[in-house]
């Protein structure tokens, strides 16, 4: 039986102990003193259609040269112990998904399936990650909210302060990135939209740089989830990489969310690789299990994503239909292990 998602959360409320639904749906991402971001309206509409002010192959486009000069993620990533040394790809799962089941337990039963990490968790959560020798590949607690973010230039100086703020917190904690928003267009064409988030980030890539961490932009769908969003394609987020020129900023590539816009993940991700340093997963239609019951080929997608070189995270950010949670991410974990 294959479950909305409403139905999904709903189950997954019931195998936690309770809850509601929308206990579980906000926050999508937990402020690092424990409250709820402020996640406003969306608007209605894309800010910019697929493929957007440029496409890929464009003159910001790596062309050998642009790409030699790029490292792959941050190297330090390798160091750590692989739970599984027959496994290409290192794996965490997020939090929101599982926000109505303890901390602790998603990281006991993130352990038992040699996951090593679990993400979108801010500062105030960190201690509990540590206390199961766990890491967070990709932290939060800087940014207000997904429809809110750097391209509101009356943003900056409050963007600014968070993120001065949370950079250093991350570095002590030795995890690598950070995750940002562009936030919803509200009327802001990409081209004035990607000149202010350019504005607006450039004064913290030298504490990014300092701190050795990546501020990390994801991009996300808005047919579906976030209508209004501003990076909602691939060739959006390159060119503002380009323009940034900064190892310490990259982008979470959504293998959910591009597949709804644009599909064609895995000669997306052969291409444009160097641009990415994360990776989400979901199945499409739904944003539910990996398997069988969706479109995407999970398997060969990591195996391109292996092939490419990475040593970084997927992070599994699919929610859950099955009476028991775990048995979805079980699944899931043995589907990526190429």
């Known amino acids: 039986m294959i479950l909305n998602r409403r139905e999904a959360l709903a189950r997954l409320g019931r195998w936690a102990g309770g809850g509601t639904i929308a206990g579980l749906l906000s926050p999508f991402f937990s402020r690092g003193d424990g409250t709820a971001p402020r996640l406003g309206v969306n608007i209605s509409g894309g800010a ?10 464009g003159p910001h486009a790596p ?17 750590a112990s692989r739970a599984n040394a027959t496994n290409k790809i290192r794996q965490s799962v997020c939090r929101w998904p ?35 020798g766990l890491t967070c590949p990709m932290a939060n607690g800087a940014e207000p909210g997904i429809d809110v973010g750097f391209i509101d230039p009356s943003l900056h100086a409050e963007l ?13 904690a030795g995890f690598p990135q950070l995750i940002c928003f562009t936030g919803n267009a509200n009327g802001i064409d ?25 501020l990390c932009l994801e991009l996300f769908n808005t047919k579906v989830d976030h209508p209004g ?23 979470l590539y959504d293998i959910y969310h591009m597949q ?7 000669r997306t991700i052969r291409q444009y690789h160097d641009y990415f340093s994360h990776y989400h997963t979901g199945g499409v239609p739904g944003r539910n299990e990996i398997d069988s019951t969706q479109e995407l080929n999970y398997p060969a997608i990591m195996r391109a994503i292996a092939d490419t070189g990475y040593q970084g995270f997927v992070g599994q950010e699919f929610i859950p239909t099955r009476e028991n949670p775990f048995d979805s991410l079980r699944e899931a974990v043995q589907l990526c292990d190429v």
């Open 190 to 214: 990409p081209e004035t939209g990607m000149k202010n988030f350019e504005k607006g980030i450039k004064p913290l890539l030298s504490l990014a740089e300092k701190s050795n961490i990546i």
């Open 63 to 79: 062309d050998g040269t642009a790409t030699a000069t790029r490292t792959n993620y941050v190297a330090r990533t390798n160091s």
């Open 48 to 57: 910019n259609a697929p493929g957007g002010p440029t496409t890929p192959g």
């Open 160 to 172: 600014r302060r968070r993120y001065e703020s949370v950079i250093p917190q991350v570095a002590e």
């Open 229 to 251: 969003y501003m990076a909602d394609n691939t060739a959006w987020g390159i060119e503002l990489c380009d323009r940034l020129g900064s190892d310490h900023f990259k982008l």
């Open 260 to 266: 709804i816009m644009e599909g064609d993940i895995i």
């Open 98 to 132: 599982y926000a109505q089941i303890p901390l602790d337990e998603l990281c006991r039963q993130a352990v038992s399936l040699g996951i090593e990490g679990v993400e979108l968790v801010g500062p105030s959560e960190w201690a509990v990650l540590k206390k199961h």
